[in-house]
């Protein structure tokens, strides 16, 4: 199968609102399915009871919101007004249940709403730890425990130790696998488009994690042999879209101004890990541990001391990057609070960087590819800022 009949199924999982593939999964297996907002949650648990994981991350700009209006402010980030959208138009009631992991007070708050419109299904929201010593590591053993007995209570299947370190093990091999991807899109980045890397994060929101880890062999295999020229765009980082995600029509605009995006932190819960999870008599310890010393830095996550920006700055240097564009759902704290601190590493280091804000339905997306385009212009004539 080439790259272009992979990316043709991606797009129609990413287009399809009535979550067809879950329906049929359900349907093939007797199985339940859990949704789950961004950024992370722990999909081995839910994969280890028998439980399809979900990936929720709003409607995009292929859904009208109007009565998600009514629960929310318009001004606040459009991901859970559509997310609320979808739920009231009976696209989400192909899912038994919903996590909602902690990111920010709009996700606490939906999380309470949910519980109320669909009082019939499993809700639960998700509270991780910003204290990393052994307080904060009880408190989310405790936390993982007390999900996993729902989980198995839903399913009706035991999560074993064999089972889990089963689930750990696939996840693992899906983990390896995206890095292959993100470090082959890093070297040779014209054989790996970014929309076309985006399309595959996604599809990996709904698929089965061994169907996806196939999907992404074969997609690897074919793009190692594709015939695509390399141009002279400039390499950047983009960085703040780890939970809203951007529209595809951004991701497009943003590659073709001229811009080689070799990392990024988008569908981030996919890549939460930087090393795979021990597998071995305790793997539901193994999660917390892989949790609580093994992840990623982004603005969700408490950094102590004055480390704000470091993760970014080593970004940039261990892809030979030469910019960073910041782009931020618009009214997302987390992100926006967090900037500041990423820009002074950046200043400080000497790394260009530009920034701008979108929503999931943005109409900005020529605005967007005129300034990541004057950016990458800037860089081509000046180089990085003293």
Sequence with gaps: MG?????????????????GYVHEWK??????????????VPRELIHA???????????????????????????ICHIPRSTVELGLAGKLDVLDGMLFPAICDVIRNLSGMWQMMFAHKYVRYLDFPQTFNDAGREFYRAEMAELLVDLEALSGIQAT??????????????????????????????????SELYLLLRAGNVLEV?????????????????????????????????????PLSMVRAMENSGCYIVDD?????????????????????AIVDAYMSDTVATATRYVEGDDKGAFLVEQVRSRNAEGVIFAAASFCDPALLDRPMGQKALADAGIPYTAFTYSENTGQVQ???????????????WGAVA
Excluded at 27 to 40: D, E, H, I, L
Excluded at 367 to 381: H, N
Aim: charged content about 25%; some cysteine.
């Design 161 to 194: 130790p064999e089972r889990l370190n089963a689930s750990i093990a696939l996840y693992n091999a899906n983990r390896r696998a995206l890095a292959e991807l993100y470090d082959l899109r890093s070297a040779e980045p014209q054989r790996v488009p970014t």
């Design 367 to 381: 605005v967007i590819k005129e300034q990541a385009g004057t950016f990458a212009d800037s860089i081509k004539l």
């Design 3 to 19: 790259t272009q009949d992979i990316i043709d199924r991606c797009e129609r999982i990413y287009r399809d609102l009535d979550f």
């Design 27 to 40: 349907a093939r297996t007797g199985g339940k399915a859990v949704g789950f907002m961004p950024v992370y």
């Design 265 to 285: 932190d988008w569908v981030l819960g996919a890549r939460y890990q930087l090393h795979d999870t021990a597998t071995g008599a305790n793997p539901l310890g």
């Design 49 to 75: 009871a028998g439980i399809l994981p979900v990936g929720i991350m709003g409607g995009g700009d292929d859904v009208e919101i109007i009565r998600g209006d009514a629960y929310f402010q318009s001004y």
């Design 210 to 246: 061994s169907e996806h880890t196939a999907m992404l062999q074969q997609y690897l295999a074919a793009a190692r042999l594709s015939q695509r020229p390399l141009r002279d765009n400039v390499r950047v980082v983009a960085t703040g879209l780890f939970c809203e995600q951007p």
